[in-house]
């Protein structure tokens, strides 16, 4: 969660330091939208930015039990151990948090 914030602000100073001073209550997904549509960030960053995105979300906001998104079914989905599967997820954002590091840091 801390690694997708770390996106998150990122993306959200670099757009309000290019002027867009309406970002203040935007979430990731509209934040991604933009960065993608203004050429800052690319299809593929997208894409990898936004999968960590949908791995955080059910962690953080409530889903029934039987949601396909939440950990548990995806652990039965895939057949993978819950570590396993957490592992996957945490260096998922880690690689994440990389290419936004390399690409927005001085």
């Known amino acids: 969660m801390l690694g997708l914030s770390y996106i998150e602000n990122t993306l959200a100073n670099i757009l309000y330091a290019g002027g867009r001073n309406d970002l203040e209550r935007k979430g990731l997904a509209d934040l991604l939208k933009e960065a993608k549509e203004k050429g800052l960030i690319s299809e593929q960053e997208f894409i990898v ?19 396909r998104k939440n950990i548990e079914y995806r652990v039965v989905e895939h057949d993978k151990n819950y570590n396993e599967l957490l592992e996957e997820d945490a260096k998922a954002a880690l690689e994440a948090n990389f290419r936004i590091m390399k690409k927005f840091s001085l």
């Open 49 to 67: 930015f936004d999968k960590v995105r949908k791995i955080r979300n059910p962690l953080t906001h409530f889903r029934k039990p039987a949601d």
